[in-house]
C-alpha cells in the first residue's frame, strides 16, 4: 500500500505501507463490535430512582382496610401516590464489557485499511517547533491540504510543542501513536502519522 508523504519542506513523495497493516480486507461485522462496545463502555450508568421501599415515610396506613368506601391502600409511597416509589426504576449498573485482543487489532486493521485505500492516510514528519502555536499547526495542515477537516494525528508521544501547536485545532485529534483505536480512526476522515508514530505504531500493532 504505497501512501503520500509530506516532509518538512513541503516536498511530496510516497512511501509503502505493510499490506499485512493497511491493505486488509476490512472486516465490517467485526468493526462493528468494536464500535458497540466502545460506546457503550462511555456510558456512565448512573441512571436511578427509588422504589417504595426506599422512598422517605409511608410507614403509617393511609387509612383502614375496610368500610371507608375507598380503595385499599398500604402506604403513601406506593407508586400510585404522588411521591411514591417506581415501579420498575433504573438503578446504577456498569456497562462495560471487552472483546478478544485478535478482534480487536481486526477492527483496527479493517478501519485503517479503509482509510487508506481512499488515500486519507498520510505521513508527515514530525515538525521541530520550538514555541507551540495554533497558526503553526494550521500552517502545517493548511500545506497538507486537510485543513477544516477532520483529522487524527498520531505522534511519538515526546514533541510536547508539537501536541500543544493542534490540540486546540477545531476538528482535530492529536494522541501518541500507541493510543489509537478503530473508532477515532473512523471518526476521523484524514488519518496522520508522523514517522517516529508510524514506527511507534508498528511495535504494538503486532
Not at 54 to 60: D, Q, R
Not at 69 to 91: D, E, M, N, T, Y
Amino acid at each position: 500500500m504505497n501512501v503520500r508523504y509530506f516532509d518538512s519542506k513541503g516536498k511530496v513523495s510516497k512511501v509503502e505501507l505493510p499490506d499485512e497493516i493497511f491493505g486488509v480486507v476490512p472486516n465490517e461485522s467485526v468493526v462493528y463490535e468494536y464500535v458497540r462496545m466502545y460506546l457503550a463502555n462511555q456510558r456512565q450508568g448512573n441512571a436511578s430512582a427509588k422504589t417504595k421501599g426506599n422512598v422517605h415515610g409511608g410507614g403509617a396506613k393511609p387509612w383502614r382496610q375496610k368500610h371507608t368506601g375507598r380503595a385499599r391502600q398500604g402506604s403513601r409511597r406506593s407508586p400510585l401516590w404522588k411521591g411514591g416509589g417506581v415501579v420498575f426504576p433504573p438503578i446504577p449498573r456498569d456497562y462495560a464489557y471487552s472483546i478478544s485482543k485478535k478482534k480487536k487489532r481486526i477492527a483496527l486493521k479493517s478501519a485503517l485499511s479503509h482509510r487508506a485505500k481512499a488515500d486519507n492516510v498520510l505521513i508527515i514528519d514530525e515538525f521541530k517547533i520550538d514555541v507551540p502555536k495554533t497558526k503553526e499547526g494550521e500552517r502545517i495542515l493548511k500545506e497538507i491540504g486537510v485543513y477544516k477537516e477532520k483529522s487524527l494525528i498520531l505522534y511519538s508521544g515526546n514533541n510536547e510543542n508539537f501536541y500543544r501547536s493542534f490540540r486546540n485545532i477545531p476538528n482535530v485529534a492529536i494522541m501518541p501513536a500507541n493510543l489509537i483505536n478503530p473508532y477515532i480512526v473512523l471518526w476521523a476522515k484524514n488519518v496522520l502519522f508522523t514517522r517516529d508514530g508510524l514506527t511507534k505504531f508498528k511495535e504494538v500493532i503486532h
